[in-house]
């Protein structure tokens, strides 16, 4: 389903590719699954010019920041920006588009931070990684997600990460859902299609839901 992904992205030729966080289930991946991720990743690069921004999601996060993340190894590949400690605004000065990351581990602090678009960018974009408000919670969920603190007409963009399942919260919001099947109650999925979204960052709309196969 990763490689079907990756492939048809090249294959659309974008601007910019959105990775909102959980790109491994878990915090140490096996030797096997880092090496085929970091070959599938220089492979993209000599495909495409797109930068790449990655977030850190729950699965792929420490809870210590002195653990150090799997996700910076990729930060070594050309044009990948990583952010998995804090929120941060991601420049992309080639696009004249900002990327917010808003990474699983900065949802504590989330009331205290100033979410919102930088005006001297013409495209701004928010990516992040949580439950929000009206979403179905699980156990683990310890911090929900205003839709107020995020969800607002200033943005030409909110990419969520974290929900399994491919939801539409506002005409410019959305959750492109996982690759595979991977929820703690995966039955409840299996009439919903595993895909990746395709957005319009000029129109300010879906383009498409991509489907990919999945096992």
Request: aromatic letters at 8%; hydrophobic letters at 40%; glycine letters at 4%.
């Amino acid at each position: 389903a990763f490689r079907q992904a990756l492939a048809r992205t090249v294959e659309i030729d974008p601007d910019l590719i959105l990775i909102a966080g959980d790109l491994f289930h878990v915090v140490r991946p096996s030797n096997l699954t880092i090496q085929h991720t970091f070959r599938e990743f220089a492979s993209l690069r000599m495909k495409t010019s797109a930068p790449v921004v990655i977030i850190g999601g729950n699965h792929d996060s420490p809870r210590s920041a002195d653990t150090g993340c799997i996700l910076d190894l990729l930060a070594n590949l050309p044009d990948i920006h990583v952010a998995h400690g804090s929120y941060v605004q991601v420049p992309l000065r080639n696009l004249d588009t900002s990327v917010f990351c808003l990474c699983h581990r900065a949802l504590p602090e989330l009331s205290s931070l100033k979410i919102e678009p930088d005006p001297s960018s013409r495209h701004n974009i928010l990516m992040a990684h949580g439950t929000v408000e009206g979403i179905v919670r699980n156990a683990y969920d310890t911090y929900q997600i205003s839709r107020s603190q995020v969800i607002s007409d200033r943005w030409d963009c909110i990419a969520f990460g974290h929900y399994h399942v491919f939801e539409e919260l506002a005409p410019n919001a959305y959750y492109a859902g996982s690759l595979e099947f991977t929820s703690t109650s995966i039955w409840s999925e299996t009439h919903k299609d595993k895909g990746f979204i395709e957005y319009d960052l000029e129109a300010r709309k879906l383009v498409k839901f991509h489907t990919v196969d999945t096992r």
